[in-house]
């Protein structure tokens, strides 16, 4: 709850400086590609095996500029699902095995340090903090390992949201004087280190996201 308090001020403060500076200029950008997260941590026999994998990236971001060199806003981070095959003992003689879906959305405060202005290509570093939301489907069956053997539907959801971190680089290079092709990288880690509270393991999928994609900027 402290970290989501922190969160929300910060989130709150670039609000307010965006409408104290409400005569500078407000850009903003999108870009599409890829999103990589690696596996994560095995607990077996409680649950395993960890899975990773690839999915198409959306990165949305809006800032104001505070000066040449100085930018703040705020930006989301999307992607589309990832999936494995686990298994799980939830308890003495049964296993859970099943299809976990699994996605992440992240939404960050962001501070970017540019280089000179005036330049066909720009450059900036991003730093930021925000929260995860994740999500995880889970689909199969629950099955008996003693006879009699028996097989029943099992079904489960984890969902939760956690304080992220963020780091990354952007390259615009000037197309018109308000148009720019956009690049964008972007690595978020997400403090949850993918366990409970009790430390077993709680997905089996990493807690570093890493996203990058083209597309365009825009100065209004």
Not at 106 to 131: I, L, N, Q, Y
Request: with cysteine; glycine share 14%; charged share 15%.
């Amino acid at each position: 709850m402290r970290a989501a308090h922190i969160i929300s001020a910060v989130l709150t403060s670039i609000c307010l400086v965006a409408v104290a500076k409400a005569d500078a200029q407000i850009i903003g950008g999108i870009a599409i590609g890829q999103s990589r997260q690696g596996e994560g941590a095995s607990d077996q026999p409680y649950l395993g095996p960890p899975f990773g994998g690839t999915s198409v990236a959306m990165l949305g971001m809006v800032d104001v500029a505070l000066a040449t060199h100085l930018t703040i806003g705020g930006e989301g981070s999307l992607a589309g699902t990832i999936s494995g095959t686990q298994w799980q003992r939830p308890s003495f003689g049964a296993s859970n095995d099943f299809i976990s879906a699994h996605r992440d959305g992240v939404f960050s405060g962001v501070v970017k340090f540019w280089t000179p202005d005036g330049e066909p290509v720009r450059a900036a570093v991003a730093v930021g903090a925000g929260v995860s939301q994740r999500h995880t489907v889970r689909t199969g069956a629950t099955r008996s390992t003693f006879p009699p053997f028996t097989s029943t539907p099992f079904s489960d959801t984890l969902s939760d949201v956690v304080l992220t971190y963020t780091l990354g680089v952007d390259i615009v290079v000037r197309v018109t004087d308000r148009v720019g092709a956009l690049a964008s990288g972007r690595l978020h880690r997400l403090k949850d280190d993918d366990r409970r509270p009790d430390g077993v393991v709680n997905r089996g999928v990493s807690s570093t996201i890493y996203r990058y994609g083209g597309g365009l900027q825009i100065r209004f």
